[in-house]
């Protein structure tokens, strides 16, 4: 999957020098730990002073922005999922969802000439020096192809699939944590499944795999755009696709009308839910900068962290959602069991998790419409991590682990469009066929028994 050794070796030494990537897990985890340490230490401060102004989210922004890799990732998830990070930071961070430090063009012009035998201002008719966009794994240039088609390459950085690697040697340092808080978590499975999921990111061959079926099942979807790829433009290091022009999320957050946001948050729900229980797939990278609006839709942008599901996953999940929208608590135990969230012999709370479910699929109990917010995001938060008491009992299968993006990302991104709408009529359409019979929504005194009210925990 990854290049040769010698991949550093064909990158001039000056030249890469400029990228400013720190390697090796210790350099890293070090660089890493001081600079959210002393961006917590500047906002401890600010606060003693009253200046709430950026809190250190300034400077540790730019720290990711350089590291790259999995640190600026949780960089990324930082500035859309609400933990409660110190005030500033996440408008500061926020800019890593497209913008940070940028290769030199003499790098990309190299990667591009070893994967695809041309400098790319001899393969295409059009190509512009300065980045589009620099993230996590690879940057993206604006182009025209020879037929003059306008596209947007990215290229990955050099020796990314390293950098990850020793981000993940720090994460497996926690797995012994992880053991502590929740006992019943298989760590080295959960931290196989990232490293996983994240060296297939650094592979855009995969990455183009993953679009080219998106883009297939949607194609006649209305509303979601999938950008069309151009193969005979990509490599390992290199991705070409439809160049998709439109208004970036926060552009779109702060200035579209409530209808249009309504609007836009149920593609991007329905994408992600037709997704799974669709194709058997899940996008799990739901953070802002991977969206794009125009007056036709959404565009989504990003295919490279994918998790493709079984069928029987698949099948036992609808079951889970349709047993607990119909009341059949007996049905939602046994497939809480087969998902592999629990055993059936032991402590495990049955009655308290089904509530606890309920109230983490809300906007699919009644048919009215309701305000997802960031207060409804971070109540879920409270749900699963503190109001838990299953806690101590609840597994976590390692193909699951990434459907947990679903609750703390795609929710966090809804709740940024402030969107008022119901969800539980394309949820139904999603879960059941046509002419089937569906379960009647909730009534008022069932999500006051069960505990889903507004200002309810679960």
């Not at 990070?85 to 790098?107: C, K, N, V």
């Not at 194609?219 to 151009?230: D, N, R």
Request: glycine share 6%; with cysteine; net charge neutral.
């Amino acid at each position: 999957m990854s290049k040769p050794d010698d991949e550093d070796a064909s990158v001039p030494k000056a030249a890469q020098a400029l990228v400013s990537i720190p390697a090796g897990s210790l350099k890293r985890g070090l660089k890493l730990g001081a600079a959210l340490l002393g961006a917590v230490g500047r906002a401890a401060g600010r606060r003693l002073i009253g200046d709430e102004a950026d809190g250190g989210g300034e400077s540790l922004a730019a720290t990711l922005g350089k590291m790259k890799g999995v640190s600026m990732k949780l960089g990324q998830m930082l500035s859309y999922v609400d933990l409660q990070t110190p005030d500033g930071w996440r408008s500061s961070l926020s800019r890593l969802q497209q913008r940070s430090a940028p290769m030199q063009h003499e790098i990309v012009s190299r990667i591009v000439e070893q994967d695809l035998g041309h400098a790319p201002e001899v393969l295409f008719a059009a190509w512009e020096r300065e980045p589009l966009a620099a993230a996590s794994i690879g940057q993206v240039h604006q182009a025209r192809l020879q037929d003059g088609t306008e596209v947007a390459t990215k290229i990955r950085y050099p020796a990314i699939d390293r950098i990850v690697l020793d981000d993940l040697q720090n994460v497996q340092l926690m797995r012994h944590l992880f053991g502590m808080m929740a006992p019943k978590l298989d760590s080295e499975a959960l931290m196989a499944e990232l490293r996983e999921r994240f060296l297939e990111e650094c592979d855009y061959r995969q990455e183009a795999a993953n679009q080219r079926d998106f883009r297939e099942f949607f194609l006649s979807e209305p509303g979601v755009i999938v950008p069309k790829v151009h193969a005979a433009q990509c490599a390992e290091r290199v991705l070409t696709m439809d160049l998709i022009r439109g208004r970036s999320f926060h552009d779109f957050a702060s200035t579209a009308s409530q209808a249009e946001r309504d609007r836009a948050a149920t593609t991007i729900h329905n994408f992600a839910f037709k997704s799974i229980f669709g194709l058997g797939a899940l996008n799990c990278d739901p953070h802002p900068g991977n969206y794009l609006f125009t007056a036709e839709g959404v565009a989504f942008l990003d295919f490279g962290c994918v998790r493709r599901f079984s069928p029987e996953l698949v099948r036992v999940w609808r079951s889970m959602v349709r047993s607990a929208l119909e009341r059949d608590q007996p049905r939602f135990r046994e497939a809480v069991v087969q998902i592999g969230l629990a055993d059936a012999g032991t402590r495990f709370d049955f009655d308290a998790h089904y509530r606890q479910y309920l109230y983490l699929i809300r906007p699919w109990l009644t048919g009215e419409a309701v305000s997802l917010t960031p207060q409804f995001v971070s109540q879920t938060y409270r749900a699963l991590l503190v109001a838990n008491p299953n806690r101590a009992q609840l597994r976590m299968p390692r193909e699951l682990l990434f459907a947990n993006r679903l609750q703390w990302g795609l929710y966090s991104v809804l709740a940024q469009l402030r969107p008022n709408l119901s969800l539980r009529e394309p949820m139904l359409d999603i879960l059941y066929e046509r002419g089937e019979r569906r379960p009647a929504p909730f009534t008022d005194s069932e999500l006051e028994r069960y505990q889903v009210l507004p200002g309810h925990s679960g």
